[in-house]
Structure formats: structure tokens, C-alpha cells
């Protein structure tokens, strides 16, 4: 047989394999499997329903991660439809909160999750820093397809959620992240990369574990950190040059000095920082929409002054600023932090971190709160957003008293530290401090809330970053500005508030539902293109076009909408990868991806 002979019928036994018990008879034929395998061919919606009952079956949440893990390797297809098709059961196990268990075992069950990949993605050592081309050219001879990634998640696992530093077990992150910008925004699964810049942990747990996988010596000093980091950085994007870039779970300093370097210089954000910053304005502009007080009037105080805090922060000052008119100053003033210390202030005492020098309050003469119940009562805010990652920190003491606070207008609470054994506060708990008035989000999933008097059924919000961060992961791809600016994620956000259903709103809900993701995700990735051709920074002629000759009616005028027309979104929605759903077709796009010569 030939050598092309051969690739063609290599290719069509691993088609085969895939399709499973749905394979044709004509290629049960061809690859003599006939009387091999069961008889019965099935289609996909079947195949499904046995996967679902399998993955439901599972008696805990992380023999599920496991379950997904090995679906995913096995059969692509079959792993996305599932997510699509039981979203609001299957997204909280392959990323939070489950995600998070999974990662604190890492090393103990990585063997046992992908048992058909020699590699999941990168795992880059201090020493592979002054090798990464050699790394990146290993990387590519073990994709099967040979094409190039379009976007990387990159951590280096040293501030995982709210777990800390786990050092190389945070690979799960990048792992999860990355597929939900699959299932969530339709990139290309085959053209996605996680890498963990294994540059050693700094937790004594992991370093005495036996069966730990990542390098056994402390965290490096910044200089080498940077220098270390650069020329990874620099490397994938020679290989790669429109990569996109999402850093991930570095620490508080590492993640603003990495966005500092490189946003302006090649197409990169933070999660952290900018996309949960661009989620949790996208529900306060709902939640400013029913707590009945003017913007200008919210007092906002944040428990926890991180780089999410603190991105937070930076993204509601500059919504205030653009759409309110309030000068920047004056909006900052709006804004109070508690950190483990007590209320930041210029004069508390202490050197203040760089990144908490901004939001540090000057006017505060000789007052200075060492607790929350402290700061609460000086500050009487009108909302209370935590990213503190110290569970319960909302005690029954401060919900209610917020509410106390707030006779008249709704409390804003939002306690986004996640997974859940790290959440401020729960919904039922908001809720019943709060005599069922608050407005709620927050950054794990809980469960419904049952009003005991009336029996009515209220739903929590989310503000979980997987409605934002896939969508500029799409955009970005698709369009490929020269770099991501602030006003793009401001119209991210915007767009989240705008696409809430009418049902939804009747409801007083900040965020749609889960189940409308995919279609979300989309809205929201028009909106970012949209906004980043009226700001000159597409190289792409062919959204540049199209978005000229589609603009919304209010043109030029608006600095930032957040609004796109129908033609923009169609076009979208035209190049988002969805997994095959039938035998038929993924045979048919199989072949073309493996013989691409032919086609």
C-alpha cells in the first residue's frame, strides 16, 4: 500500500474508533470489524444519553472530573455535546467548583485522566525557559492535526482560586479554562494550548508529598521570575504570532507586572484582573438598575484587595466615569477596601502593596477599622463585594446590618471568592439577612432559595468570568486587534447587562442564564469586535469592512455601547466550532481535517 494509502486508511480506523457503536456499516466493512462489535448502530443522541447516565452515576463530584477527563481524551465530540447539552450540571465539574478538588490531587490521579494523550499541553521548567523552542517544536510534533494553537491559558499555579500556591497541580486551571472557551464561545478545541510554568512551589505540603509531579525547589526571586517568563512569552509568539494570551492565577504582584509588560505590546489579558472585573460589572450594571439610588450615590466596599479586588475596582470606576459622567476622581472616592489588616488608608502604619496604593483613602483623618464590622459602619455601604477568599467573612451580623443600613433601597451583595468552601456567604443567607431584598451574585454556583412565606423560587446570580472571558477569547481570535483595551472589556460588560431576556429581567436576575451561553457568548464577542474596530486597533480587513458598512445606529457618537448589529453577530456565530451532531458529519469534517489535500 502507499504511503498515502496508509495515512487514508490510518485516518478512517481512527474516525472509526471515534464513531464507536454509531459507525456505518460500509466502514464496519472496510475496517473487517463485522461480528467484532455489537451489531446495534446507534446515532450520537444515544451515545449521549449513555455517557450522561455514566457521568451522573458517579457517586462524587470528582470521580466526575475524572469521568469528563477521560471522555475528553476518548472522544472530543462526545465531551462538548455533553457540556452543551447539560451545561448547568457539567460546567461546575470540569471547572469551579470541582475543578478546584481536582487540582489540590493533581499529581496524585494526573496518570489516570488522559490515558490515550502522551501530553495535555506544556508543563515549562525554569531550565525549559532557555529551551522553549525546542519545547514549543516537541509541542507541535505531538498534535495530531499539525496546526497551530490560537489561544493559551498560562499559570504558574502560585495562586490557584482560593486554594494559594499548588504549584504544578494548577494545570487543572488552564485545562478547564480553556474548555470552556470551547463550549462556551466555540473556539477550535484542536487549536487550544494550557501550559503551567513550572518554576517550582513555595508550599512545604507539596514539596514533601512523594508523589508531587512539579519541581521541588522553591519559587524563584522576581528578577529571575521575570527574565524566566519573558523569554516563554517571547518564544510562543516568534512560534506563534497571533497568539492570544490569557494569563491565569499568577500572584497579586506577578499578574499586574505581566499585564503591565505585555498588554500593550502583542494580543494578551488577565482573567483575573480584566475579566472579573468586566463579569462583575456586567451584574452591578443590572444591580444598579433595581437597587433604587443613583450611581453617583453608592458607597462600595470591597473585602479583599487582590488583583481581582482591585481589577474590580478600576473596571466600575471607569463605567462610572464613561456612562455616568462622574469625574474619575470623584468616582474612586466611592470606592473603600478591607484587607487582612483592616481599612486600606495612606496613613494605616504599614507599606501598602503597589497595586492597593490606588484605592487607599486619604480622608480619612485619625480613623483607621481593623475589622469588616469596623469599616462597615464607617463607610454604610451601599454595597458589599467580597474577593477575600475567607469563607463566611458575610457573618449573619454584617448581612444584616448592611440590610439595616439600606431601609429603603435594595443592598447590594456580591461575595465572589470561590470554590465555595472560600465564599463570603451563601444565598440563603443573603437572603434571609436581608428580608429577601438583596441583589446577589456570586462567584460560585448556589443553589435556589424557596421565600418561605410566598413559596416563590429565586434564583442566585453567577458572576462567574465564563460569561465574559470566552467571549473576548473569541472576539480577540476572530478579529485580532493589535491588543485588548479596557473600553473593549467595558463593552463586553455592557453587552452582558443588555443581553438579559425579557423573562429574565421580569425576575430581577443580574445575569442570564447559564443555558443561554453559547448565544451569550456570542453577543458578547460581537461587542468587543464592534467596539475594537471603532477604535482602529483591527488588523483584520474583514471585520474592519463589515463592521463599517454594519455600524449601530448610534454610529461614532457613543464611546462605548456595547451594542452590534445582526449581521455582525451572524458572522460570528458562522465561525464558532460546535461538535458534530451526527455520524454523518463527523465523518465528513474528520476526513477533510485529516486529508486536507483533498479537500
Same mark, same amino acid.
Given at each position: 500500500m502507499s504511503e498515502a494509502g496508509e495515512s487514508r486508511r490510518n485516518s478512517i480506523e481512527l474516525i472509526g474508533t471515534k464513531a464507536g457503536t454509531a459507525m456505518p456499516a460500509e466502514m464496519r466493512n472496510v475496517l473487517k470489524l463485522k461480528g467484532l462489535i455489537p451489531a446495534s448502530i446507534e446515532d450520537f443522541s444515544k451515545q449521549d444519553l449513555r455517557a450522561f447516565q455514566q457521568f451522573m452515576s458517579k457517586p462524587t463530584d470528582l470521580e466526575?472530573?475524572?469521568?469528563?477527563?477521560?471522555? *475528553?481524551?476518548?472522544?472530543?465530540?462526545?465531551?462538548?455535546?455533553?457540556?452543551?447539552?447539560?451545561?448547568?450540571?457539567?460546567?461546575?465539574?470540569?471547572?469551579t467548583p470541582t475543578v478546584g478538588e481536582a487540582c489540590l490531587n493533581y499529581s496524585h490521579i494526573y496518570p489516570f485522566l488522559y490515558p490515550c494523550k502522551t501530553s495535555v499541553g506544556m508543563?515549562?521548567?525554569?531550565?525549559?525557559?532557555?529551551?522553549?523552542?525546542?519545547? &514549543?517544536?516537541?509541542?507541535?510534533?505531538?498534535?495530531?492535526?499539525?496546526?497551530?494553537?490560537?489561544?493559551?491559558?498560562?499559570?504558574?499555579?502560585? $495562586?490557584?482560586?482560593?486554594?494559594?500556591?499548588?504549584?504544578?497541580?494548577?494545570?487543572?486551571?488552564?485545562?478547564?479554562?480553556?474548555?470552556?472557551?470551547?463550549?462556551?464561545?466555540?473556539?477550535?478545541?484542536? *487549536?487550544t494550548l494550557p501550559i503551567v510554568l513550572d518554576f517550582g512551589t513555595n508550599n512545604k505540603k507539596y514539596l514533601n508529598d512523594p508523589l508531587y509531579l512539579g519541581t521541588r525547589e522553591l519559587r524563584p526571586d522576581d528578577k529571575t521570575f521575570y527574565e524566566a517568563t519573558d523569554k516563554v512569552i517571547t518564544g510562543l509568539y516568534r512560534a506563534f504570532p497571533e497568539l492570544l494570551v490569557q494569563f491565569e492565577d499568577f500572584s497579586t504582584d506577578h499578574a499586574f507586572g505581566l499585564l503591565d $509588560?505585555? *498588554?500593550?505590546?502583542?494580543?494578551?489579558?488577565?482573567?483575573? &484582573?480584566?475579566?472579573?472585573?468586566?463579569?462583575?460589572?456586567?451584574g452591578f450594571i443590572s444591580a444598579l438598575r433595581l437597587a433604587g439610588i443613583p450611581a453617583k450615590d453608592h458607597r462600595i466596599l470591597f473585602v479583599g484587595a487582590g488583583s481581582a479586588g482591585v481589577g474590580v475596582a478600576k473596571q466600575l470606576v471607569e463605567y462610572f466615569t464613561l456612562e455616568h459622567k462622574i469625574p474619575e476622581e470623584q468616582a474612586k472616592a466611592m470606592f473603600w477596601f478591607v484587607d487582612s489588616r483592616g481599612m486600606i488608608t495612606?496613613?494605616?502604619?504599614?507599606?501598602?502593596?503597589?497595586?492597593?496604593?490606588?484605592?487607599? @483613602?486619604?480622608?480619612?483623618?485619625?480613623t483607621q477599622c481593623k475589622s469588616i464590622e469596623e469599616a462597615l459602619e464607617y463607610v454604610r455601604p451601599?454595597?458589599?463585594?467580597?474577593? /477575600?477568599?475567607?469563607?463566611?467573612?458575610?457573618?449573619?451580623?454584617?448581612?444584616?446590618?448592611?440590610?439595616?443600613?439600606?431601609?429603603?433601597? @435594595?443592598? &447590594?451583595?456580591?461575595?465572589?471568592?470561590?470554590?465555595d468552601t472560600k465564599a463570603e456567604c451563601t444565598f440563603e443567607e443573603a437572603m434571609r439577612c436581608t428580608n429577601n431584598r438583596v441583589l446577589f451574585a456570586s462567584g460560585t454556583a448556589f443553589p435556589e432559595y424557596t421565600i418561605p412565606e410566598t413559596e416563590d423560587i429565586v434564583m442566585p446570580g453567577q458572576a462567574n468570568n465564563m460569561y465574559c472571558f470566552p467571549s473576548i477569547g473569541l472576539g480577540a481570535t476572530l478579529a485580532k486587534p493589535k491588543w485588548i483595551t479596557d473600553t473593549m472589556i467595558l463593552a463586553v460588560a455592557k453587552a452582558l447587562a443588555n443581553s438579559l431576556s425579557e423573562d429574565e429581567k421580569s425576575l430581577g436576575e443580574l445575569y442570564p442564564r447559564v443555558e443561554r451561553i453559547r448565544d451569550v457568548a456570542s453577543e458578547l464577542a460581537a461587542a468587543f469586535i464592534t467596539q475594537a474596530v471603532r477604535e482602529g486597533k483591527v488588523k483584520e480587513s474583514h471585520w474592519v469592512d463589515l463592521v463599517k458598512e454594519n455600524m449601530p445606529d448610534e454610529g461614532q457618537d457613543k464611546a462605548v455601547s456595547g451594542?452590534?448589529?445582526? *449581521? &455582525?453577530?451572524?458572522?460570528?456565530? $458562522?465561525?464558532?466550532?460546535?461538535?458534530? /451532531?451526527?455520524?454523518?458529519?463527523?465523518?465528513?469534517? /474528520?476526513?477533510?481535517?485529516?486529508?486536507?489535500?483533498?479537500?
Open positions: 466526575k472530573y475524572e469521568f469528563m477527563a477521560n471522555l *475528553r481524551c476518548l472522544n472530543v465530540n462526545m465531551f462538548f455535546r455533553l457540556v452543551l447539552n447539560h451545561f448547568r450540571d457539567v460546567a461546575p465539574i470540569i471547572y508543563f515549562i521548567t525554569l531550565d525549559d525557559a532557555d529551551n522553549i523552542d525546542t519545547v &514549543i517544536e516537541n509541542y507541535r510534533y505531538s498534535m495530531a492535526e499539525h496546526v497551530d494553537p490560537e489561544i493559551t491559558v498560562i499559570t504558574d499555579g502560585s $495562586r490557584i482560586l482560593g486554594l494559594g500556591d499548588i504549584g504544578i497541580n494548577g494545570m487543572g486551571i488552564p485545562i478547564g479554562k480553556l474548555q470552556l472557551y470551547v463550549a462556551a464561545a466555540g473556539l477550535n478545541p484542536g *487549536r $509588560r505585555w *498588554r500593550e505590546k502583542e494580543l494578551c489579558f488577565n482573567d483575573d &484582573i480584566q475579566g472579573t472585573g468586566c463579569v462583575v460589572l456586567g495612606a496613613n494605616r502604619g504599614d507599606k501598602l502593596a503597589q497595586h492597593k496604593v490606588h484605592f487607599a @483613602r486619604h480622608d480619612n483623618g485619625d451601599t454595597a458589599l463585594i467580597g474577593l /477575600s477568599t475567607v469563607y463566611k467573612a458575610f457573618n449573619e451580623k454584617i448581612l444584616t446590618r448592611l440590610n439595616e443600613m439600606n431601609p429603603t433601597t @435594595r443592598p &447590594i451583595v456580591f461575595p465572589l471568592s470561590n470554590p451594542h452590534f448589529t445582526k *449581521r &455582525i453577530l451572524g458572522e460570528v456565530r $458562522r465561525l464558532m466550532w460546535s461538535p458534530a /451532531s451526527s455520524v454523518e458529519q463527523y465523518i465528513v469534517e /474528520s476526513i477533510a481535517v485529516a486529508n486536507p489535500d483533498d479537500t
